[in-house]
T-cell receptor, first 115, second 113 residues
């Protein structure tokens, strides 16, 4: 069965330093993977998605993620954190083959950005 | 509106009462999801509707929970005999078939006293 594990529940970085949010997945199929962001008191928004095309995926707001099959990882990175990046981040895997199937969310990582 | 609409936005109920939460997805979206988010927790999958297929109910925590989707559009999540542990924000989301973006409603915050 597909699942995701976000390895850090809380990450704290200084503004202007790199961000790394870790996600490992397990999947019986070639997975579809996503990152969503939830800002305080706001709805969830798609950051980026991997659907078996390029392994390095670029998303909004300067974020990117690399699909590494050998490591079953899909870590989210950003070269330089901004204060506005402080939010909750969720790694998501689509369960099932084909282009249907439920989306399973990880437990989330809270990103804190210090001035 | 053009987004996913959920109602009520807030519901306070007494333990043992039944509640219904409504979701109106984006027109044309064939997939509809219900998730639950408790304070400080991630999103817990509850149920997934895809077109006319049988729903995936594997995330419903007990038989007190049920959901239906009428006419391939509006969905209602029903919680019977509510318990305090049911208190959470219930999120509905919809998307087109495939790996497009999941669009979320603003959620229904349920508080069971």
């Amino acid at each position: 069965a597909q699942s995701v594990t976000q390895l850090d529940s809380h990450v704290s970085v200084s503004e202007g330093t790199p961000v790394l949010l870790r996600c490992n997945y397990s999947s019986s199929y070639s997975p579809s993977l996503f990152w969503y962001v939830q800002h305080p008191n706001k709805g969830l928004q798609l950051l980026l998605k991997y659907t078996s095309a390029a392994t390095l995926v670029k998303g909004i707001n300067g974020f990117e993620a690399e699909f590494k099959k050998s490591e079953t990882s899909f870590h989210l990175t950003k070269p330089s954190a901004h204060m506005s990046d402080a939010a909750e981040y969720f790694c998501v895997v689509r369960h099932g083959s084909g282009n249907t199937g439920k989306l399973i969310f990880g437990q989330g990582t809270t990103l804190q950005v210090k001035p | 509106g053009a987004g996913v609409s959920q109602s009520p936005s807030n519901k306070v109920t007494e333990k043992g009462k039944d509640v219904e939460l409504r979701c109106d997805p984006i027109s044309g979206h064939t997939a509809l999801y219900w998730y639950r988010q408790s304070l400080g927790q991630g999103l817990e999958f509850l149920i997934y509707f895809q077109g006319n297929s049988a729903p995936d109910k594997s995330g419903l925590p007990s038989d007190r929970f049920s959901a239906e989707r009428t006419g391939g559009s509006v969905s209602t999540l029903t919680i019977q005999r509510t318990q305090q542990e049911d208190s959470a924000v219930y999120l509905c989301a919809s998307k087109r078939r495939g790996d497009g973006e999941l669009f979320f409603g603003e959620g229904s915050r349920l508080t069971v006293l």
